[in-house]
């Protein structure tokens, strides 16, 4: 334990001499032992993420990437961008002169590269072009002559790929010559009573393994002698057909008679959104006051807190590790609420209760809650005010709300592509969502490459939500402004700033005050128009 504390104390030593890998090693050398410690566990995780990759470092910050890639308590994909380059095909990438073959066991059989498949979504072009080459050989390979030795060199690769085009729902671009070969590989299996995991595997690098009718029955009891094949059968085919029977068997509170409402349902029962795997260590049993005193005076006693919109669970299972809280999560669609129900389960989470419901109809709750969090959900009703009106009525006097907005100006080209997407009239279906990809991915217009650097580029469900979401509306501060006094709401501060826009507004704006915030945060964003591309996220209360 001394050896801790002197290790933090050396740690924010090198810290404040601005030595991050100092720092790291010094915070490593506690986790390593003792993953329990949260908020150092965050602290070197986020120094990772923004760390320089030298020469020097190299060796320490990828045992560091394993560390967190190993581990299932994190936002892998915060990381992604970072640990992509301690791979060995990035350094395959870098060093163009050298030739590998498109086989390089050295690059598809390393752990870092499999844990990254396995935990985030491939959001890199040139990866994705690459395993885009790789799928179609393979399935090339495996139905030309049939190699099982070298196949099975493979093995832990092809689950951790099929796990990721799972993931990202097969959003790849599919040349005709791979649908024959898919057709001809399906027309083998179909003959064979038995299971062959190599072609279940490939199967499953194209499509999902529940629209594949002629093998359901023989994949729900098979078990497999490895591990990693019953934990990706798990994730690809059991957990969605369970998530499928629970949607169908919940009961609705609202009868969703919102036009909007039932075209969103529609939306997110199709492609539930986000489709998670892995969260955050919970920070179990602490005091949700010592989070909420800077955003209130308030105390909390036994904390009700609302999740409006909460999507597949996320939010709602972060919250719950607070101390005596208890979470209420409405979503208006079954497949999500089946999926955060899964999940909550999984985690043996007791204190959230879920609900089918329509945020419009919240009064039949019968409830007032302290806390309201509710992001990236207004903007998607035909009357946003409506839905905060609905949510200020279910807010006792002193509550907090958290909400999440689309800014207009970080949004511009995406909203440009929405509208070039109306006007083209392209229906919302898998393969038209596919085909505008490919589109964008072949296009040199500037406003579409802006849409290819976005994460929601790489999974059907994100681009979907990103591109052809029925409704969307977005915001800058003065609409804010007006919106939030319409309902004698104020507002109180940003959630989680970044620290160095936070500083470069505090140059700009050295004067600010309550009353000309929002203002100056308007003018902010007309310098810097991308600062809230990942939405406005901030907290408001009751005007009292
Ligand atoms: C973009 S997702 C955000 C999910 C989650 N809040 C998050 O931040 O990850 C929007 C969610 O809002 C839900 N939603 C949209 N309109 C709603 C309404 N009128 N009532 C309840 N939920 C709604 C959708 O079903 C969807 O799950």
Redesign the pocket.
């Known amino acids: 334990m001394s050896d801790d504390f002197e290790n933090v104390a050396l740690g924010k030593q090198k810290l404040e001499k601005n030595d991050i890998d100092g720092a790291m090693h010094h915070l490593h050398n506690i986790l390593k032992d003792n993953k329990d410690h949260i908020e150092l566990y965050l602290i070197n995780f986020d120094l990772f993420c923004r760390n320089q990759i030298t020469i020097k470092n190299y060796d320490f910050l990828k045992t560091i990437a394993e560390y967190y890639f190993r581990d299932n308590f994190i936002y892998h994909q915060l990381a992604f961008s970072q640990a992509i380059k301690l791979t060995n095909f990035y350094k395959n990438r870098k060093a163009k002169t050298r030739k590998s073959s498109l086989f390089d066991l050295d690059i598809i059989n390393e752990e870092l590269f499999q844990l990254i498949l396995k935990k985030c979504l491939i959001a890199d072009l040139d990866l994705e072009f690459y395993l885009t080459k790789i799928r179609k050989k393979l399935l090339k390979k495996f139905l030309s002559k049939r190699d099982n030795q070298f196949f099975m060199k493979i093995y832990k690769f092809l689950i951790v790929f099929a796990e990721q085009k799972f993931f990202c729902e097969f959003i790849y671009h599919e040349t005709d010559e791979e649908k024959e070969l898919i057709k001809k590989l399906e027309n083998k299996i179909k003959k064979k009573d038995d299971i062959c995991e190599l072609s279940i595997l490939l199967i499953s690098l194209y499509k999902p393994l529940n629209k594949c009718n002629y093998l359901k029955k023989k994949l729900v009891s098979y078990i497999s002698r490895s591990n990693e094949f019953n934990e990706f059968l798990k994730y690809v085919f059991h957990d969605p057909d369970k998530d499928k029977q629970v949607s169908r068997s919940m009961k609705s509170l609202?009868n969703f008679s919102?036009k909007?409402?039932r075209l969103?349902?529609s939306?997110?029962?199709e492609n539930?959104?986000?489709r998670?795997r892995y969260t955050l260590r919970p920070m179990e049993g602490n005091d949700i006051n010592e989070f909420t005193n800077r955003y209130s005076r308030t105390f909390f006693k036994k904390p009700e807190i609302l999740?409006?919109?909460?999507?597949?669970g996320?939010?709602a299972i972060a919250w719950s590790a607070y101390k005596d809280s208890k979470i209420y999560a409405?979503?208006?669609?079954s497949v999500?609420l089946a999926y955060a129900v899964r999940k909550a389960e999984e985690k043996n989470i007791k204190n959230i209760s879920f609900y089918h419901?329509?945020?419009?109809d919240l009064d039949l709750l019968n409830k007032k809650f302290d806390i309201i969090?509710?992001?990236?959900?207004?903007h998607?009703?035909e009357k946003p005010e409506d839905?905060l009106e609905s949510l200020v009525n279910v807010l006792k006097p002193q509550g907090l709300i958290y909400l999440?907005l689309y800014s207009k100006r970080a949004r511009s080209e995406i909203e440009w592509t929405r509208r070039y997407i109306q006007k083209r009239k392209i229906d919302v279906t898998e393969y038209n969502m596919r085909v505008f990809r490919t589109k964008i991915l072949n296009s040199k217009n500037k406003k579409l490459q802006f849409i290819k650097g976005l994460i929601d580029f790489f999974s059907l469900s994100n681009f979907r939500?990103l591109l052809f979401?029925y409704t969307e509306h977005t915001y800058d501060f003065i609409k804010i402004k007006e919106l939030l006094e319409s309902k004698k709401l104020k507002f109180i501060a940003f959630n989680a700033m970044n620290p160095d826009t936070a500083k470069l507004f505090k140059a700009h704006f050295p004067d600010v005050n309550d009353k000309s915030l929002l203002e100056s945060w308007d003018k902010f964003e007309k310098i810097y128009p991308k600062t809230f591309i990942n939405m406005y996220n901030f907290w408001i209360k009751k005007i009292n």
């Open positions: 609202s919102n909007t409402s969103m349902k939306q997110y029962e539930p959104f986000p998670w999740i409006a919109g909460c999507g597949t996320q939010q409405v979503d208006l669609s999500s419901l329509d945020l419009l969090i509710s992001t990236g959900c207004l998607h009703m839905g999440g939500d979401n």
